[in-house]
T-cell receptor, first 112, second 114 residues
């Protein structure tokens, strides 16, 4: 079955360490997105990519980095520059930027 | 993309219809209304979308007013599993080739009760 996979589901890191969240899709979608969600809040866009080897900053890109070397993969790195990294991170993909999104099940990152 | 306004929370008895309103008074002519829902600690799930005609699928119905300034998502027979946060989003429609990001507000928290 086609879908979008995020791993791991839970992730713990020490403060000051970089951490990379995985996002893989087998839907043959061109566009991929990373969102962050804090408790009781809506989703905020971190980065998005419409095609391979291209990506744009979203609303809260500071302290994050991404790459899009393959159509299927869009990993997100949370760097030590991100001041409040503890959050629920959601990856999504869409056929192109104008179609509806398919979301992964999320990664809950806790930095201690 | 146009902004939307939703009530922060609503309750509904199990088995009854849940009617979730959304105001989008600044919607443009080429913008669609999309609905997603998010069950606790999961990724959002697409429900339905529409331009100006009412739409129905296996999950819900979408009623859009004639002036398109507001809409209502209807879950005809709510169950406990429908307890979730429901997001109303306005953006350009599919197939336009236009990159338009989905902007999520805080949505409506629907609590379905026994």
């Amino acid at each position: 079955d086609g879908g979008i996979t995020q791993s791991p589901k839970y992730l713990f890191r020490k403060e000051g360490q970089n951490v990379t969240l995985s996002c893989e899709q087998n839907l043959n979608h061109d566009a991929m997105y990373w969102y962050r969600q804090d408790p009781g809040q809506g989703l905020r866009l971190i980065y998005y990519s419409q095609i391979v080897n291209d990506f744009q900053k979203g609303d809260i890109a500071e302290g994050y980095s991404v790459s899009r070397e393959k159509k299927e993969s869009f990993p997100l790195t949370v760097t030590s520059a991100q001041k409040n990294p503890t959050a629920f991170y959601l990856c999504a993909s869409s056929r192109d930027g104008s179609y509806g999104y398919t979301f992964g099940s999320g990664t809950r990152l806790t930095v201690v | 993309d146009a902004k939307t306004t939703q009530p922060p929370s609503m309750d509904c008895a199990e088995g009854r219809a849940a009617n979730l309103p959304c105001n989008h008074s600044t919607i443009s002519g080429n913008e669609y209304v999309y609905w997603y829902r998010q069950i606790h600690s999961q990724g959002p799930q697409y429900i339905i979308h529409g331009l100006k005609n009412n739409e129905t699928n296996e999950m819900a119905s979408l009623i859009i007013t004639e002036d398109r300034k507001s809409s209502t998502l209807i879950l005809p027979h709510a169950t406990l599993r429908d307890t979730a946060v429901y997001y109303c989003i306005v953006r350009v429609g599919p197939g336009t080739g236009t990159a338009s990001k989905l902007t999520f507000g805080t949505g409506t928290r629907l609590q379905v009760m026994l």
